[in-house]
Nanobody
Framework: QVQFVESGGGLVQTGGSLRLSCAASISTFRIIRMGWYRQAPGKQRELVADITTGGSTNYADSVKGRFTISRDNAKNTVYLQMNSLKPEDTAVYYC????????WGQGTQVTVSS
């Protein structure tokens, strides 16, 4: 069983920045891929960005150039740096990881005001 604890969400104005953190209960070397998903009200959950143990990254087109995913294996933590935030980025953001099975965090709310 793997647990993720997310933090860093909050309320920010358009154009602002936030950094989300996801702390894993096991070594992130054991987690093949970690990522961030988001779900806005009335919409499906969607992939925002993910990163492999080797450091390869993947981003949704809507966040390319604005968001950066990174991982600190020494701290068993994955980060999502979000810059130039827009109202359409408002959602609950979930940390996700694959280590034999898929695991989810509890989510953290990000609200971008216009």
């Amino acid at each position: 069983q793997v647990q993720f604890v997310e933090s860093g969400g909050g309320l920010v104005q358009t154009g602002g920045s936030l950094r989300l953190s996801c702390a894993a209960s096991i070594s992130t070397f054991r987690i093949i891929r970690m990522g961030w998903y988001r779900q806005a009200p009335g919409k499906q959950r969607e992939l925002v960005a993910d990163i492999t143990t080797g450091g390869s990254t993947n981003y949704a087109d809507s966040v390319k150039g604005r968001f950066t995913i990174s991982r600190d294996n020494a701290k068993n933590t994955v980060y999502l740096q979000m810059n130039s935030l827009k109202p359409e980025d408002t959602a609950v953001y979930y940390c996700n990881g694959i280590a034999q099975s898929m695991y989810w965090g509890q989510g953290t709310q990000v609200t971008v005001s216009s």
